[in-house]
């Protein structure tokens, strides 16, 4: 390529600071990524000697070129930033009536991040190979905590991606490999085993109740009481709660499944004092929930219910109670560990799907409130046994 050692050496004296490319030997603006050059456009004649132009498709190709990909030059098709933008969208359309929830909308984002930063915003969804895919479950592995957060990460990606397909916007299902496999169920069975239980055992509640002030102790007390996860204690509504009756009627906002379950007296006073307490100016969102922070704003977030867990973890490190993986889901496995053999009953409480191979779930109607009743007993029972000085015990 002819060019003149003059312009090259005046387009790199003239280079700004911090500029990424060089003027190569041949006339064109170069960079060495992964031990290989790539030139990205000549350097020419004019005040800036062809920067910007080469700069643009730098900034255009880069996120290929880190990850090891050759770009799709001029190419036309779906890109992977363009898929996982229309995805987004349809999901956050489905946040907005309710068919959603926001926490699973960020999961998605999250997940859509690590695909398009892995796999190139550029890149044609068309061309991705099982190589790439083996790629992006290696990021996944980086940054995920265990198997079975890898497991659901890999579901959400595969989500993305037959999503594509079934909406006509790639001509055929992608090509994961085997690479792209979920951890296989003698891994997670490994890992949970030494991970050792994540449930809250008895003294463990007894010990959050006493450090817990309000409306935690409430929260964890319904976390104990009814089964009810982070996310869905901090979005709790008012008219889910029976406070004359003492029932709780909430169907799980991620599934619908029905759930109802008695309330313990300690549950009805702590919710009697939250719904006292709730400030008197608050915000739309805020309105109707029976947990609202001093400043009008509900616990829950966009982000779901990361204000109550980070309340909880700062009251369990102090008491060497926390460790990796053990959250306010501990309270729950402690509800379905110790609520009895009446299964079906245990189920309503907790909002568990029937079985398909469950045909007596699938036919029954409802399940008896004394049933539930005895479900809610057993659990206040052994959570304060009889003869117990603590509070909600007999005494």
């Excluded at 053990?326 to 029937?354: C, I, K, P, S």
């Amino acid at each position: 390529m002819p060019h003149s050692t003059t312009r090259l050496s005046a387009a790199k004296a003239s280079r700004p600071a911090g500029y990424p490319l060089f003027p190569h030997a041949t006339g064109r603006w170069a960079k060495k990524v992964r031990g290989r050059l790539i030139y990205f456009g000549a350097v020419t004649e004019g005040p800036d000697f062809g920067r910007q132009a080469a700069l643009e498709r730098w900034l255009e190709e880069k996120d290929d070129w880190l990850a090891g990909r050759v770009p799709q030059r001029n190419g036309k098709g779906l890109t992977v930033k363009s898929l996982v933008n229309a995805y987004l969208n349809t999901k956050k359309k489905l946040v907005e009536n309710g068919e959603m929830t926001a926490q699973a909308h960020v999961h998605a984002t999250r997940a859509g991040k690590i695909m398009a930063e892995t796999l190139g915003r550029t890149s044609l969804v068309s061309m991705l190979t099982p190589h790439d895919f083996g790629r992006l479950r290696d990021a996944l592995a980086a940054v995920d905590t265990s198997p079975a957060t890898l497991a659901v990460d890999i579901g959400r990606i595969r989500a993305v991606l037959n999503w594509a397909y079934k909406n006509d916007l790639i001509e055929r299902p992608p090509r994961y490999g085997s690479a792209f496999d979920k951890p296989s169920a003698s891994i997670l069975r490994r890992h949970r085993a030494a991970r050792g239980s994540m449930m809250f055992e008895r003294d463990e509640i007894r010990a959050m109740l006493d450090a817990a002030g309000e409306p935690l102790k409430t929260m964890i007390l319904l976390g104990i009481n009814c089964g009810l996860g982070s996310a869905d204690t901090a979005r709790l509504p008012v008219h889910a709660i029976d406070l004359q009756s003492g029932w709780l009627d909430f169907p799980r906002p991620k599934t619908g499944i029905p759930r109802r379950a008695k309330l313990w007296p300690e549950t009805v006073a702590g919710i009697r004092q939250a719904l006292d307490t709730r400030p008197a100016k608050m915000r739309p969102d805020a309105v109707g929930l029976v947990f609202v922070e001093a400043d009008g704003r509900p616990w829950v977030r966009s982000r779901g219910a990361e204000r109550l867990t980070r309340e909880l973890r700062s009251m369990l490190k102090p008491l060497g109670l926390w460790k990796p993986g053990r959250a306010f889901y501990g309270l729950r496995r402690a509800t379905e560990t110790v609520g009895g053999t009446d299964q079906a009953a245990l189920n309503m409480v907790m909002g568990h799907a029937a079985a398909a191979s469950d045909m007596g779930a699938i036919y029954r109607q409802r399940v008896d409130d004394a049933r539930l009743e005895a479900v809610a007993e057993r659990i206040r029972s052994w959570l304060w046994p009889a003869g117990s000085d603590a509070e909600g015990g007999a005494v």
